[in-house]
């Protein structure tokens, strides 16, 4: 079926490094959400797309954490000079629109950062 | 501050038992949402609740919430080791960004 896709699945990085996560929504699904999920928690908002343009970011805990939707359709998570702290699960979710539309997550990408 | 509290966050139980896992807030909710998370997969949204007072029931799942929205429950007849995840509330903040509790890890013993 053509979920909502996310790569890579794992990814391990050095501390300082920065990486790149990518979502792939659902085709047509105007919304597209980033969520962080530490362990043993719940996952917590981080931005909002509504085609390309980005409508809400204000869970983005640092500037270093940057999200882009170009073409209004893939999305990508950057994060730079990554750190500890920032292990966890990324996860990306899509909706064919606004308001009360279901948000369908995808697999997540485990970042553990060394 | 944790706008949502779950409870408990970790139960155990065997097969065929009943259980009632909670979700609450001091804040009144326009809706709720709960989903179910297995390891290495994104939430499944399992029902929205929107009316005080209303009750939702898919299969052996009976989703409850409050009279005065401010506290849901999900009850399990005779679980199964299929119901064994994460199960999340979450409230509809904003347009639609999703406030999520911290989550109750249900484990069924066969």
Redesign the interface.
């Given at each position: 079926g053509a979920g909502?896709s996310q790569s890579p699945r794992y990814k391990v990085a050095k501390r300082g490094q920065d990486v790149a996560l990518r979502c792939d929504p659902i085709s047509g699904h105007v919304?597209l959400?980033w969520?962080q999920q530490a362990l043993?928690?719940?996952?917590?908002?981080l931005t909002?797309f509504q085609n390309e343009a980005q409508?809400?970011k204000s869970?983005l805990p640092s500037d270093r954490f940057f999200a882009e939707r170009p073409e209004g359709s893939v999305s990508t998570l950057k994060i730079q000079r990554t750190q500890q702290e920032d292990s966890a699960v990324y996860?990306c979710?899509s909706?064919f629109s606004?308001?009360?539309?279901?948000?369908y997550?995808?697999?997540?990408t485990r970042l553990l950062v060394l | 501050t944790q706008l949502l509290e779950q409870s408990p966050q970790f139960l155990s139980i065997q097969e065929g038992e009943n259980l009632t896992v909670y979700c609450n807030s001091s804040s009144v909710f326009s809706s709720l949402q709960w989903y179910r998370q297995e390891p290495g997969e994104g939430p499944v949204l399992l029902v929205t609740v929107v009316t005080g007072g209303e009750v939702k029931k898919l299969k052996r799942l009976t989703f409850q919430f409050g009279d005065a929205r401010k506290d849901s429950s999900l009850h399990i007849t005779a679980a199964q080791p299929g119901d064994t995840g994460l199960y999340l509330c979450a409230m509809i903040q904003g347009a639609q960004k999703l406030v999520f509790g911290q989550g109750t890890r249900l484990t069924i013993n066969p």
């Open positions: 909502v919304s959400f969520y043993g928690q719940g996952p917590e908002f909002y409508l809400d869970g996860l979710a909706s606004g308001g009360w539309k279901t948000q997550f995808g697999p997540g | -």
